[in-house]
């Protein structure tokens, strides 16, 4: 009797056993060797040489996208930005799109510029409350020291990127200027391992988006702490920094989905319209219907001046934008202006999937 009871838990076993082996062989994934981003602090002094290269070689490299404004390469990710800001801030699709951003940045390093490493990211967490004396700034192979004020300007006057001339920016102007910074060690709290963690430990999208994209979170710390051009949320990409910042925050992204993947990598959510729209910001408070304390919406997302020329497109409706309602859903299209191909949310999930291929150390 008991040998029976055990053959026919055996025989269960193996039937629920197969159809998962089965499922398992006939799965091919397209990401086979993920190429790894790594901590700037933790690179050789060969391989942060090499990304900075890379990158004045984007900025020497004439666009040819015709985007608006963009001179070179490295202009033309920055118009992308541009137009697309109002619907990639205070919105939910705020992280899909960053991820797409950067990746088509990394793309951009490699293909254009035979750059042979992964998109490095800003531990932050090592410089909270400190960012005056980052390496990134400090030491050579950097990214320039702090600006320095002359009137409305706080030119970085050191590094390989002291001379650049942005064409785009501040905000949705199109006007040569250079790339300013004004370090604030006072706004950096944010980025701390301790912020990070309470972000980490939230248990939905909505929560972590919050937690992350708020003022007092790690994305204002690092816009803020490293000042003038950084704190544009339009026209912040034209300080190269900017992208090892917002890897920096996929990374947190990609460690949250990772606690649960089988969740994770689907859960979206939160309004796809901007909060100066007067859609709710679930970092909650402020002026303007959600932005977050501290936030002046009218000088972060002014109105449009058609002298202005940097903004081609109106913010699409939400039917355009691939979603049938106000809300964010997997279907959500990103634009990337032909930098890399559009994708949908659902597509840019997963670090390792069809489009992405990519892991963090
Ligand atoms: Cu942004």
């Known amino acids: 009797m008991l040998s029976q009871i055990l053959l026919g838990l ?9 159809p998962l082996v089965e499922t398992r062989q006939t799965t091919t994934k397209k990401c086979v060797s993920p190429r790894v981003r790594k901590s700037w602090h933790t690179l050789s002094t060969a391989e942060r040489q090499a990304y900075i290269d890379a990158e004045l070689c984007l900025m020497s490299k004439p666009g040819t996208l015709g985007l608006r404004g963009a001179r ?15 619907i990639a801030h205070f919105v939910g699709q705020f992280f899909p799109f960053h991820r797409l951003y950067v990746w088509a940045h990394e793309e ?6 035979g750059y042979t490493g992964a998109q490095p990211y800003w531990d932050e967490t090592v410089d909270a409350g400190a960012f005056s004396k980052s390496i990134l700034f400090s030491e050579t192979p950097g990214f320039g020291g702090n600006g320095v004020r002359n009137g409305s300007l706080a030119c970085i006057q050191t590094g390989p990127f002291a001379s650049y001339k942005n064409p785009i920016g501040p905000g949705y ?12 060690d006072m706004a950096t709290s944010g980025a701390s391992q301790a912020t990070v963690n309470t972000c980490l430990a ?3 999208y909505l929560d972590f988006w919050a937690c992350v994209e708020s003022s007092t979170g790690p994305h204002g710390a690092g816009h803020g702490g490293v000042g003038a051009d950084m704190t544009n949320p339009v026209s912040s990409p034209g300080d190269p920094i900017f992208y090892l910042h917002h890897t ?5 992204w990609a460690k949250w989905q990772a606690q649960s993947p089988e969740v994770r990598l689907k859960e979206i959510g939160g309004n796809n319209k901007p909060a100066a729209a007067g859609f709710p910001f679930p970092g909650g408070g402020g002026p303007a219907g959600g932005l977050p304390p501290g936030f002046d919406p009218g000088m972060f997302f002014p109105p449009f001046d058609p002298r202005d020329l940097a903004r081609p497109d109106d913010v699409p409706e939400p039917l355009v934008m691939g979603d049938v309602g106000t809300n964010v859903t997997l279907t959500h299209k990103l634009q990337m202006y032909g930098t890399v191909p559009d994708q949908t949310v659902d597509e840019v999930m997963d670090i390792q999937g069809d489009v992405l291929c990519y892991d963090y150390d």
């Open 173 to 184: 102007k199109l006007a040569d200027h250079c790339i300013g910074r004004w370090i604030s």
């Open 202 to 204: 939230k248990t939905n």
């Open 10 to 18: 055996c025989l269960l076993g193996d039937s629920l056993a197969a």
């Open 248 to 252: 920096w925050l996929d990374r947190i």
């Open 72 to 86: 070179s390469k490295f202009d033309e990710f920055q118009a992308v930005h541009v137009s697309q800001a109002e």
């Open 108 to 113: 951009a390093l490699r293909k254009e510029c």
